[in-house]
């Protein structure tokens, strides 16, 4: 059966399994098996409870020696039971499952994972583990079990189920790559990797598994890229627009700063493009909070006077917002006649009509929004340049209906995603690249520091300190609530332990990715306008927000974060004229490396480039790196050595058989950034 065949073609699923999978994007049994794992759970061999180090993760093997009873605690019950691992007492507690009494009997066995945590007069407890049957756990001991992303209704076991089926149906499917670079890159073939993702027999399988399917996203990309620049050499003509006027320059004299050189540079280099006859199809790196805002200003208003419709597309209802408020305020002082408007999904009614007739008849010069700006209702009057920014940030689907009316318009895509040299030339080639690697001036580098979570009363503490300076500070939390994994902080439960801890006058705010966008909104607004005093939140935070008097964020398992993005949420700080701090808690015995790249290095290159050299074996079984979520898999600093090898082969590939069919090739205008 092809890869592009729809899910309902599996056995099984029905339209209820076909709605869930769509609200994941998968539609196809191909997405279906690159739904990957999103982490996998090993089965280690029981411990004892004494080797084992408060605050981690254990596996204990336990007989049930006594039931503490049931407690209600207002709405929650609670439940404890005492076990014995033959040496050590181990209490265990549980809340809202009364039943369990009937499971946990005295002189039954089970083997239990959980943190161990211990009281202050030393008694061990787990709240609210896993467990299994020792019997049964002795058959698991061993095995990796993949660890997929919540999708509603389908279970581990039934999502187990569909995924063989998908496997069994595309196991007589032909592997794309030819089989002498298979042999040549030594890897594995195509099904069998998708098999190995999913059910791994051992660490191994999962590694060359993993190995041939980073390759395969590195590789239909390249093609993609490849095949995409020969097309750009026909591309349309541009409308060149007049750069002689005044507007920009009078922009700029009422600016609370003057432009670096590197942003002057890359404002050069962005009018050239606008002026010349080949359509501007360009990206804007920068570090976070190296100032590329202004320069998307700065072509929206040139675009304006050339008498076009600029837009300029962020990722996220606060972000656009933000934007929003920025440029109002810079051309009001500029007393320019140009007129902004808003649009995103939160804006309804009224004012919804009013954006789109002034975007349909031209009087918006400028159009600010998410994602929401390229839907089918919005008619724009003289679309002349479209600009995103943190472009890695769309989805795909988001992305598809940009390109679709921002046809032979010019693109200006902004992007903190620093990219090595090195690596953007396998990846891009000779494209149009601006770049910004320094912080306007007057900037403190951000102190960092990684701390074990043992002692994050002394962070508390820390950020108490900053608050009575008057300051705000962010805390990160990976998962939203409770459930998701149990060990990793969450959102919500987070929030409460904060309230409990801290002083009552401390404003505690939450945000998650959850929320519906009036929520965000007020949320945000809250917080920057410092009604809040600390706002704790998934890394949604990380997308581009600009509040200057943040002075501390608190990164809660630190661990599950990759290098760039734990950059990118430290850039969150910093961007006033006060020290800012960064502190990563992390558990687990040791330091990752990558904390210890952040501790000495503020600058979002070096520690690219510093990564590269210094790279480790991959996270392996840690939650999915998420620095560049553009590739499922594949980390471009993790698994550069196999980007290498992908370019190579594509290469060569494609010089054998220029016409050679790549079944996941993708198209990039950058978006994949
Ligand atoms: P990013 O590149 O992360 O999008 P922003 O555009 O949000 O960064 O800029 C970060 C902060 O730096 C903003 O508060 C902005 O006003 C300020 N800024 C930008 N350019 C300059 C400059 N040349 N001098 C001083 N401050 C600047
Ligand atoms: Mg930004």
């Given at each position: 059966?092809?890869?592009?065949?729809?899910?309902?073609?599996?056995?099984?699923?029905?339209?209820?399994?076909?709605?869930?999978?769509?609200?994941?994007?998968?539609?196809?049994?191909?997405?279906?098996?690159?739904?990957?794992?999103?982490?996998?759970?090993?089965?280690?061999?029981?411990?004892?409870?004494?080797?084992?180090?408060?605050?981690?993760?254990?596996?204990?093997?336990?007989?049930?020696?006594?039931?503490?009873?049931?407690?209600?605690?207002?709405?929650?019950?609670?439940?404890?039971?005492?076990?014995?691992?033959?040496?050590?007492?181990?209490?265990?507690?549980?809340?809202?499952?009364?039943?369990?009494?009937?499971?946990?009997?005295?002189?039954?066995?089970?083997?239990?994972?959980?943190?161990?945590?211990?009281?202050?007069?030393?008694?061990?407890y787990l709240e609210q583990p896993w467990f299994m049957e020792k019997s049964k756990y002795s058959q698991v001991i061993g095995t990796l079990q993949p660890v997929y992303p919540v999708i509603k209704g389908t279970g581990t076991a039934r999502m187990r189920g569909?995924?063989?089926?998908?496997?069994?149906?595309?196991?007589?499917?032909?592997?794309?790559?030819?089989?002498?670079?298979?042999?040549?890159?030594?890897?594995?073939?195509?099904?069998?990797?998708?098999?190995?993702?999913?059910?791994?027999?051992?660490?191994?399988?999962?590694?060359?598994?993993?190995?041939?399917?980073?390759?395969d996203e590195f590789f239909s990309f390249i093609i993609g890229v490849r095949r995409q620049k020969q097309e750009e050499g026909k591309q349309a003509d541009s409308r060149p627009m007049k750069t002689d006027g005044s507007w920009c320059s009078r922009f700029l004299k009422y600016l609370p700063f003057s432009l670096t050189a590197e942003q002057a540079m890359a404002w050069d280099e962005i009018r050239a493009d606008l002026a010349?006859?080949?359509?501007?199809?360009?990206?804007?790196?920068?570090?976070?909070?190296?100032?590329?805002?202004?320069?998307?200003?700065?072509a929206l208003v040139l675009c304006a006077e050339n008498g076009r419709q600029g837009a300029l597309m962020a990722p996220t209802e606060v972000l656009a917002r933000q934007h929003m408020e920025g440029l109002t305020e810079y051309l009001k002082k500029s007393g320019l006649p140009v007129r902004p408007v808003l649009l995103t999904g939160a804006v309804k009614g009224r004012e919804r009509?009013?954006?789109?007739?002034?975007?349909?008849?031209?009087?918006?010069?400028?159009?600010?929004?998410?994602?929401?700006?390229?839907?089918e209702a919005v008619d724009y009057h003289d679309l002349g340049l479209v600009v995103t920014d943190e472009q890695h940030r769309f989805g795909v689907r988001q992305r598809t209906g940009l390109t679709e009316k921002g046809k032979d318009v010019p693109v200006l895509v902004m992007s903190a995603t620093p990219i090595p040299r090195t690596l953007a030339i396998i990846l891009y080639g000779e494209l149009q690249v601006s770049c910004l690697r320094k912080l306007p001036?007057?900037?403190?580098?951000?102190?960092?520091?990684?701390?074990?979570?043992?002692?994050?009363?002394?962070?508390?503490?820390?950020?108490?300190?900053?608050?009575?300076?008057?300051?705000?500070?962010?805390?990160?939390?990976?998962?939203?609530?409770?459930?998701?994994?149990?060990?990793?902080?969450?959102?919500?439960?987070?929030?409460?332990?904060?309230?409990?801890?801290?002083?009552?006058?401390?404003?505690?705010?939450?945000?998650?990715?959850?929320?519906?966008?009036?929520?965000?909104?007020?949320?945000?607004?809250?917080?920057?306008?410092?009604?809040?005093?600390?706002?704790?939140?998934?890394t949604v935070i990380e997308v581009g927000i600009n509040v200057p008097n943040a002075t501390v964020i608190l990164i809660e398992n630190a661990e599950r974060f990759g290098l760039s993005q734990l950059h990118q949420l430290r850039g969150r700080v910093g961007r006033g004229r006060d020290q800012s701090y960064c502190i990563f808690l992390y558990s687990g015995k040791e330091k990752p490396d990558r904390l210890e790249i952040l501790e000495k290095n503020s600058n979002g290159f070096d520690i690219a480039e510093k990564d590269l050299k210094a790279r480790g074996p991959g996270d392996l079984f840690g939650v999915r790196q998420s620095g560049l979520p553009q590739f499922a898999l594949a980390d471009l600093y993790e698994d550069s050595d196999i980007l290498r090898q992908a370019s190579e082969c594509a290469d060569e590939v494609l010089r054998l058989n220029p016409g050679f069919y790549c079944p996941e090739e993708r198209r990039v205008d950058y978006s994949t950034i």
């Open positions: 059966m092809r890869l592009d065949a729809p899910v309902r073609t599996l056995k099984g699923v029905g339209p209820r399994a076909e709605e869930e999978f769509a609200a994941k994007e998968i539609f196809t049994i191909g997405d279906l098996l690159r739904f990957y794992p999103s982490s996998y759970d090993y089965f280690e061999q029981p411990m004892k409870a004494e080797d084992a180090l408060p605050g981690n993760h254990c596996t204990l093997s336990l007989t049930i020696i006594g039931t503490g009873g049931v407690f209600r605690k207002g709405s929650r019950s609670i439940s404890h039971f005492e076990g014995w691992d033959g040496s050590s007492k181990v209490r265990l507690t549980f809340f809202n499952m009364p039943y369990l009494k009937q499971t946990l009997q005295k002189g039954t066995s089970f083997v239990f994972r959980g943190v161990l945590r211990q009281t202050g007069t030393g008694n061990k569909f995924l063989a089926a998908a496997l069994e149906a595309v196991s007589g499917n032909a592997d794309f790559l030819p089989a002498d670079q298979i042999k040549k890159y030594d890897l594995i073939g195509r099904i069998e990797a998708l098999r190995g993702i999913h059910f791994p027999t051992d660490r191994d399988n999962l590694q060359k598994a993993r190995k041939r399917l980073i390759f010349g006859k080949t359509l501007m199809n360009r990206l804007l790196q920068g570090d976070v909070g190296s100032g590329k805002t202004i320069l998307a200003f700065l009509r009013e954006a789109l007739k002034s975007i349909a008849d031209g009087s918006a010069d400028i159009v600010i929004g998410t994602h929401a700006l390229f839907q001036p007057g900037r403190m580098p951000i102190k960092s520091l990684a701390i074990h979570e043992t002692q994050r009363g002394r962070a508390y503490a820390f950020i108490l300190k900053e608050i009575e300076k008057g300051r705000q500070c962010y805390v990160i939390c990976p998962a939203v609530e409770e459930g998701e994994s149990q060990e990793i902080e969450n959102v919500t439960d987070y929030s409460e332990k904060l309230r409990a801890v801290l002083p009552p006058y401390i404003r505690i705010d939450s945000l998650t990715g959850r929320m519906k966008p009036d929520g965000k909104n007020a949320v945000m607004n809250r917080f920057s306008s410092g009604e809040t005093d600390i706002l704790v939140s998934t």
